[in-house]
């Protein structure tokens, strides 16, 4: 039988008595909001945790941080106006930002920028280099994850690490088919990869000897298979023999917008549209599958501004990055195209093993193109 105990007889509280309550409330409700500052304060991130960070007042946060480093070192490969026309929208967006910007071609770029890292020396915060760049500071384990709402992208275009991301796009180059409309009829211009044996294409094609060549060479190596790709490429330079040159992919445009040659396979979009707006006679179309030349942000390892670099990653995705990217005839990640694309780097784990692939195409077209 479970013991019950008589009522406790009331007694009136002294003024002492509710004198010492109220100071034992007073100590539990300072204790109490002591404590909850304290565990508000230590949720509150900083350093690298920034960069991962996403909760509700997050934008908050980032800003409030970015405002006490107010600087950011941004690297890249990018050429042109559009690096002082990112940095200076970006700098327009958080004003108290300043971006000193080292840009060089990657094959100077990066293996400065992993020599300093592994060094401890700060090679940058942030950085905007092609896929094939960006996978080499990732083989070298230079890259910080970071959190970016802003990417909601084809799994091809990012590489994660568990939630967060590793590398994101934000910026594509479309490579494909462009040609001289003065020297192509149009009942000659290819639908398909198989169309380019076309007897009135002989002697009328152009390459590179160069990673742009050679990603061509992958795209039909993927897209028909090893074997009959293989022989597709050798009846492709057997039957229309197309010239090889060692130019950028601009000087190979400006060759079939001067009639040079009649049409390249292998030709940046972005530079056909340049040269038909100062009126040259040329074309560009999507023979599928189209290469997709990605650019890709991320954070090193060494980052000292972390915070502004949080920022700049979810700029280069955001509404004022990609909008200027696609008036300058860049591509979207965020836009969906009618055209079946294909990333050369994709399924590459390493930098080794895209080099290995990259230089068995280039014996490829060594062997069939001359």
């Known amino acids: 039988m479970r013991n019950i105990h008589p009522l406790r007889k009331y007694v009136k509280p002294t003024s002492v008595g509710l004198a010492a309550l109220g100071l034992l409330l007073t100590a539990c409700g300072s204790s109490s909001t002591n404590s909850s500052a304290t565990t508000a304060a230590s949720k509150t991130p900083t350093g690298d945790a920034l960069l991962t960070y996403q909760g509700s007042d997050a934008t908050s946060v980032l800003e409030a941080a970015a405002k006490q480093e107010g600087k950011l070192n941004f690297m890249t490969s990018l050429a042109g106006p559009v690096v002082t026309q990112l940095t200076t929208a970006f700098e327009k967006q958080y004003p108290y930002i300043h971006v000193t910007v080292n840009r060089a071609d990657e094959n100077t770029l990066i293996p400065q920028a992993i020599s300093e890292e592994q060094a401890g020396k700060p090679a940058?915060?942030?950085?905007?280099?092609?896929?094939?760049?960006?996978?080499?500071?990732?083989?070298?384990?230079?890259?910080?994850?970071?959190?970016?709402?802003?990417?909601?992208?084809?799994?091809?275009?990012?590489?994660?690490?568990?939630?967060?991301?590793?590398?994101?796009?934000d910026r594509i180059s479309w490579l494909s088919f462009g040609y001289n409309t003065n020297k192509i009829p149009?009942?000659?211009?290819?639908?398909?990869?198989?169309?380019?044996?076309?007897?009135?294409?002989?002697?009328?094609?152009?390459t590179e000897a160069s990673s742009t060549g050679y990603d061509w060479i992958g795209s039909v190596l993927h897209a028909m298979g090893q074997t009959q790709g293989e022989a597709f490429l050798q009846q492709l330079g057997q039957q229309n023999k197309p010239a090889?040159?060692?130019?950028?992919?601009?000087?190979?445009?400006?060759?079939?917008?001067?009639?040079?040659?009649?049409?390249?396979?292998?030709?940046f979009q972005d530079h056909f549209l340049e040269n038909a707006a100062k009126g040259a006679p040329v074309k560009w179309i999507p023979l599928e599958p189209v290469i997709a030349n990605v650019g890709q942000v991320g954070v090193l390892k060494s980052v000292q501004d972390p915070a502004a670099a949080a920022l700049f990653a979810d700029f280069e995705t955001g509404p004022t990055a990609q909008q200027l990217f696609q008036t300058l005839h860049y591509g979207s990640p965020n836009v969906s195209v009618p055209f079946k694309s294909w990333v050369p780097t994709q399924g590459a784990t390493t930098a080794q093993e895209y080099a290995t692939q990259l230089k068995s195409w280039e014996a490829l077209l060594k062997k069939d193109f001359g």
């Open 124 to 169: 940058a915060d942030v950085f905007e280099v092609t896929s094939p760049g960006a996978l080499e500071l990732r083989a070298a384990g230079l890259l910080l994850p970071y959190a970016d709402p802003t990417a909601k992208m084809p799994a091809e275009y990012v590489t994660k690490s568990g939630s967060n991301y590793l590398l994101v796009t």
């Open 186 to 206: 149009a009942a000659d211009v290819p639908k398909s990869l198989s169309d380019l044996t076309n007897p009135a294409l002989k002697g009328q094609l152009v």
């Open 244 to 267: 090889v040159v060692s130019l950028s992919g601009a000087a190979t445009a400006g060759l079939v917008a001067s009639g040079q040659y009649g049409a390249s396979f292998s030709v």
